[in-house]
């Protein structure tokens, strides 16, 4: 996909981040986080989101996860996984035109999502 087409889709008014608000609002928060943006990353991986976003690479870091938005939302709706702030903004982190880089984003940095996904894999990447 080219760069105007992702800065399209990141932009504000984009439809990963439109997917990343309603993932929030679905859960009662008024602003956003990280683990947001995992969950409409995971949507558009299994087809129920933004379609055509995740690149492979993206995809093939979650997938080696064994990370699912089924579990995922569950834990975020539960609250059953305590999270810290985020090192960056949402917007900072919608800034990275290249969703394998923002994948890595999101689960190197010390994020929400990165808490997330290890809680949901049992500690840590494999």
């Given at each position: 996909?080219?760069?105007?087409?992702?800065?399209?889709?990141?932009?504000?008014?984009?439809?990963?981040?439109?997917?990343?608000?309603?993932?929030?609002?679905?859960?009662?928060?008024?602003?956003?986080?990280?683990?947001?943006?995992?969950?409409?990353?995971?949507?558009?991986?299994?087809?129920?989101?933004?379609?055509?976003?995740?690149?492979?690479?993206?995809g093939?870091?979650?997938?080696?996860?064994?990370?699912?938005?089924?579990?995922?939302?569950?834990?975020?709706?539960?609250?059953?996984?305590?999270?810290?702030?985020?090192?960056?903004?949402?917007?900072?982190?919608?800034?990275?035109?290249?969703t394998?880089?923002?994948?890595?984003?999101?689960?190197?940095?010390?994020?929400?999502?990165?808490?997330?996904?290890e809680?949901?894999?049992?500690?840590?990447?494999?």
């Amino acid at each position: 996909m080219d760069a105007k087409r992702w800065k399209r889709l990141l932009r504000p008014g984009g439809r990963l981040r439109r997917q990343v608000d309603r993932e929030a609002e679905r859960l009662g928060r008024s602003a956003p986080g990280t683990e947001h943006v995992l969950l409409a990353l995971l949507a558009a991986r299994e087809g129920g989101g933004v379609e055509g976003v995740l690149d492979e690479r993206g995809g093939a870091r979650l997938t080696a996860l064994g990370l699912d938005y089924a579990r995922a939302r569950a834990a975020l709706a539960t609250e059953t996984v305590a999270l810290p702030s985020d090192p960056r903004s949402v917007e900072e982190y919608l800034a990275i035109t290249d969703t394998g880089a923002l994948v890595h984003s999101l689960l190197d940095d010390d994020t929400r999502a990165r808490r997330l996904a290890e809680a949901l894999n049992g500690g840590g990447e494999e």
